[in-house]
């Protein structure tokens, strides 16, 4: 974990979600491993030369799991999910953090963390960072994770 912790922080975004913790945690798991192993993330995933290219592992998630572009550090349920990748453009974390708020409610974090080194890291923050493709990306994932609940007019 201390080579994550070494990472420039790039940002956190967060969500309330109305649903206890064990099932956040659940749908969490479930909807990474769903939008991580889709056929052309893994294409990309070999195409950037990373380490993880194959979903692979306990499931629900363990230390040790991996799928398209990540492994998972720590695990621990119902509290926080690590994942750490790296290519030939970047060194990169999530860290995703469920906090209790109710018995029927859970505030989920997600902090991104990434190194870009060289000039070819420099130019691929530009097109993932500068263009706003990130910060996209993270909502949609915290979205997708919200959503089974989101039915109910809940935001």
Do not use: Q
């Amino acid at each position: 974990m201390k080579h994550i912790t070494s990472l420039p922080y790039l940002d956190e975004h967060e969500t309330v979600i109305a649903a206890g913790a064990n099932d956040v945690w659940r749908n969490l798991c479930e909807t990474l491993d769903r939008s991580f192993s889709r056929p052309g993330v893994a294409i990309y995933a070999r195409l950037v030369g990373s380490a993880d290219c194959t979903a692979w592992g306990p499931r629900p998630f363990a230390e040790g799991s991996t799928f398209p572009g990540f492994r998972v550090i720590a695990a621990v349920p119902r509290r926080e999910l690590v994942l750490e990748g790296c290519h030939r453009f970047s060194s990169y974390a999530l860290i995703f953090r469920l906090d209790h708020v109710s018995p029927d409610r859970s505030r989920l974090r997600a902090e991104s963390r990434a190194a870009f080194p060289g000039l070819a890291g420099s130019l691929y923050r530009l097109i993932v960072i500068g263009s706003g493709g990130h910060v996209v990306g993270m909502r949609r994932l915290l979205s997708a994770i919200r959503r089974p609940w989101s039915l109910n007019g809940e935001r």
